[in-house]
């Protein structure tokens, strides 16, 4: 970002002595050109600006209340970044020293905006208060940082945009490692400031269940809690410090609450039927065998999983997703279905009968025993559907040949991502290789190097026809916390990764250039330093070569 200091004359009156003086302040300019990208920044170069002191008032639609939260959230960018103070107002009639927030239907994106700065003016108007909330998010990351000493100034121009997705997700685990609900609630704004718009809540895991089921309450009484943690990778020794914790409902309600208000959709998933031991620990009958099952301490993919063809297995997969759905009002419900090993399907009699009950048989392209996956995932998507919502799943519900309804992650590999858009489902892309900030093996976190993986990746995979591109409806980054036990790790993960992905979900590919998105970083990063979020000071050295 390109930050430049000028001269402003301001007059003031002290209030002891009453007497006029003239004293010399300097104003410091921002940029239009942020991260993520907009579409198009059209700057008018003669160095003048819209300057922001104390009498700058920011103003909005009387009456609307979600655009004078808007207004509420552009003060405090405001004065969190360049330390000023500036007045509300419901008078939109305009005047000078103004920024007016409007609606104008007439946009036809409902996520778009115009966002127009004169020396007197700052008009910014989106179809809706989500648009205007992401052009504040642009003037908020216009914003030079300021000790206080100086006034911030944005440049002359005029910004047109809008998204290239609608999906813009990020998914964090807490089955391995539980966070707090206030903590979340700063992953919540770290995603706001990224122009993220759904928090995909992974809530249960083989290592724990993290959310309150009032009609199983074993799940949290026995399955939020493991007695301790392999130390290392490859490792059969435990660390024997006890893990815990879990949501309640109304917790959850709160963190659907908080994310609402920066316009961001939180979308459950309760991973079935694989990566169950929490919930099989809790209630032994809902497995093949019967148990005895353990909160598993170590990590991986486990033979033990709910079985498929037992009848009240199904009930309770149906009651623990219905109370989801009054927690979560979400169009969508994610319900996992990845890595399910059929290990004891194939002996279960209750399996294997439920096989010949359904007809059954094995196929090319899909065993019978993956067949009866996609028939109990089909069975749920039933009960999502009643309450008038949509089912999510990873990439491996397609060895079952699912409901074509179901909206898939591609995660597993290229060939999974073009597999689904050629077989007509909408897609999500999040592949390992790129979008997995946690994954050592791919996400490195020093230099550029992960950086690149993820800002070079395209969501549309090579081969795509463009009526099959139009399947791919967005792109998430994943963190799962198997390794990350703190804040600081996981924000060593998201930073800066989390402002590549942000442009692969907004900005148009042709838009796109890794060295002008290395120059935009560094104001990004002055950013995080304010917000006090972690990364690794070595991308420094990496930008200044």
Known sequence: MKIRKIKRWVLFVPFVCGI??????????????????PNKVSLLNDGSSFVIDESTTICYPEGNEKMKRNAEFLASYIKQIAATEVRLSADTEGGDNVIVLSLDNTFSNDEGYELSVSQKQISLKGKTEAGVFYGIQTLHKALPVTD????????????????????RGFMVDVGRHFFSVDYLKEIIDMLALHNVNYFHWHLTEDQGWRIEIKKYPKLTEIGSKRKGTIKERGSKELDSI??????????????????????????????MPGHMLAALASYPELGCTGGPYEVAT??????????GG???????????????????????IHIGGDECPKYHWKTCAKCQKKIRELGLKDSKEHTKENQLQAWFMGEVEKEIQ???REMMAWDEILAGNPAKSTIV??????????????????????PIQHLYFSNAKFNQLRGLSSIERVYLFD???????????KNIVGAQACIWTEWTKDSVKMEWQMMPRIAALAEIQWSKPENKNMQDFLKRLKHQLEMYKVYGYNYKEDIHEALDK
Not at 148 to 167: E, Q, V, W
Not at 298 to 307: A, D, M, Q, Y
Not at 310 to 330: C, R
Not at 413 to 428: Q, W
Request: some cysteine.
């Open 20 to 37: 006029l003086s003239c004293s010399q302040k300097e104003v410091t300019l921002g940029d239009l050109e942020v991260i993520p990208l």
């Open 148 to 167: 206080g000493t100086t006034l911030a100034a944005i440049p002359c121009g005029n910004i047109k945009d809008y998204p290239r997705f609608d999906y």
């Open 242 to 271: 006890p893990v815990s914790g879990y949501y309640t409902q109304e917790e959850a309600k709160e963190i659907v609450r908080y994310a609402a208000e920066r316009y961001i959709t939180v979308i459950p998933e309760i991973d």
């Open 298 to 307: 170590n990590f991986g993919v486990f033979r033990n999983v709910l079985c």
């Open 310 to 332: 037992n009848e009240k297995t199904l009930q309770f997969a149906k009651d623990v997703i219905n109370e989801i759905m009054d927690i979560f009002p979400s169009p969508y």
């Open 386 to 388: 009643k309450r008038g």
């Open 409 to 430: 992650m591609a995660w597993t590999t290229p060939e999974a991502r073009l597999k689904a858009i050629e077989n007509g489902y909408r897609t999500i892309a999040c």
């Open 459 to 469: 969501p549309v995979p090579d081969g795509a026809t463009p009526e099959q591109a």
